[in-house]
């Protein structure tokens, strides 16, 4: 295995599911600008995720569709004109 392939610097942050406001507190190496005051009190970097396990329907056994940047609307009105 190579040397010095894995980060060494995780820090703690905060992931947010904007699909369903689902918060939640992890380490990361990913870049931010954005904070958040936690639960503890703390202020964290925070990270907007547009799923995750709290609404994937893998995991929630459910089918849901999510749209993503207005893709479904795109679509249904490209499509639209043509029928």
Known sequence: MKENLHPKEYRTVVFKDMSNDTTFLTRSTAPTR????WEDGNEYPLLKVEISNTSHPFYTGKNVLVDTAGRIDKFKKRYAKKA
Do not use: H, Q, S, Y
């Open 34 to 37: 954005e904070t958040i005051v």
